[in-house]
């Protein structure tokens, strides 16, 4: 018979190996804090920005891009609902 630490000692580590073995795109994309872009070349991952001047609507996401061998971010990524605000200082505007 087993004892209880070792029982409960297998149980965690069951319970681990059912955690780390879920799928890392399980997560919706807007609740995540960053998510990674591309799937090749460098590394680049968009991390969320909550007190972005540009966020104005409750479902308003903004993301700052940044990359492995960058020094600082590269870009910025808006997910805006609704009608399409001012861009803050700084954007390009589209074409």
């Known amino acids: 018979m087993m004892r209880p630490s070792h029982l409960a000692a297998r149980h965690l580590a069951a319970l681990v190996a059912l955690v780390m073995a879920a799928p890392a795109s399980a997560q919706s994309l807007s609740l995540a804090d960053s998510f990674r872009i591309g799937s090749a070349g460098v590394l680049c991952t968009a991390q969320s920005q909550v007190t972005d001047p540009a966020l104005t609507g409750l479902f308003d996401r ?5 990359c492995r061998d960058a020094a600082a971010s590269v870009g910025r990524l808006y997910a805006l609902r609704g009608a399409a605000p001012a861009l803050p200082p700084g954007c390009l505007a589209p074409d």
Do not use: F
């Not at 903004?62 to 940044?66: C, N």
């Open 62 to 66: 903004a993301y700052r891009i940044v």
